[in-house]
């Protein structure tokens, strides 16, 4: 192995290092994936699966006492259907679906995006059932991307019910998710939920996580804490002596102008931070 290959694996390896540490797991919010999905009342179980109908559990949800059920419906649009839609129980008071815009597209519905249970005046949609299907006038959503979480949560990211934040992930696609709703409620489990289509966007599977970020309050903080450094930051180029460069250093220097020797290895967090503090980074011609 040559010595350059050498210095980027370990400069790699502790830009991973410094990351992991910069990240404490309380920061961070699961995700989870909704795929297209429907409630149901009671009557539209009965009008769909014949009277006197329950729905049978298939699989627990996260959020307690929600399940996905063995039944499953067909919806259709004037474009087209889509079968096997999985039914989300207990049965609740008013039948809702909640689908993709890649489905939606399918369908040839124009649905808009909601908070689940908000669906006066939204899109309408057929449903189809093994005894009979049923045409509402409304009911199909897009799902607002939102985060379910306990009062105690709530105290600990600083955030409150119905506040919109973003959260950002990190993978081979990292995007950020803007308007992504605050849920609270005692009976709620840390979680974020978005659609196919938003999970797809930045290649999420299972067992992803996002991190936080809080607009109004936490940004302004972050920004006035890097003014107040590049204050009094020192105005002279700076001969960096040691091998390693990490972001810690780049912080600790305070200097607008960081000179490396040739072969010293700078990881990646600290060319980052050196860019979002106005620092320069070069090596030594
Ligand atoms: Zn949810």
């Known amino acids: 192995m040559n010595q350059q290959l050498i210095e980027k694996i370990v400069g790699e390896v ?12 309380n920061d961070l919010i699961p995700i989870a994936v909704s795929a297209r999905h429907v409630h149901l ?27 996905a059920s063995n039944e499953t419906v067909v919806i259709a649009g ?18 809702q679906a ?9 369908l040839g519905v124009n649905p ?29 959503i897009i799902a607002q991307a939102h985060i379910h979480m306990s009062p105690k949560d709530a105290a600990r990211f600083g955030v409150q019910n119905g506040e919109y934040v973003t959260v950002e992930t990190d993978g081979i696609r990292p995007i950020a998710y803007r308007q992504v709703k605050i849920r609270v409620s005692e009976r709620y489990r840390l979680e974020m939920h978005i659609d196919t289509d938003e999970a797809n966007a930045s290649l999420i599977t299972k067992g992803a996580f996002g991190h936080l970020v809080k607009f109004q309050g936490n940004l ?3 920004q006035e804490t890097s003014a107040s450094v590049t204050k009094s930051k020192v105005d002279i180029p700076y001969i960096y002596p040691k091998k390693l460069l990490s972001r810690d250093d ?23 931070t050196a860019r979002e503090l106005g620092i320069s980074v070069s090596f030594r011609k």
Request: glycine share 10%.
């Open 220 to 222: 302004n903080v972050q």
């Open 78 to 95: 004037p474009k087209g259907s889509i079968e096997r839609v999985r039914i989300l129980g207990p049965a609740r008071s008013m039948t």
């Open 112 to 140: 808009p995006i909601r908070e689940s249970g908000d669906i006066e005046g939204s899109e309408a949609i057929t449903i189809i059932g093994p005894k009979g299907s049923l045409f509402l006038e409304q009911g199909l």
């Open 250 to 272: 780049v912080k600790e220097l305070n200097m607008k102008e960081i000179i490396l020797e040739k072969g010293t290895i700078i990881t990646a967090l600290a060319r980052d």
């Open 14 to 25: 502790l830009g991973q290092l410094e990351k992991a540490e910069a990240l404490p797991p």
């Open 41 to 67: 009342s009671l009557n539209h179980v009965e009008a769909l699966f014949g009277k006197g109908y329950e729905l049978t559990v298939r699989t627990e949800l996260s959020q307690p006492g929600q399940f």
């Open 98 to 106: 909640e689908i993709s815009w890649t489905d939606a597209m399918k």
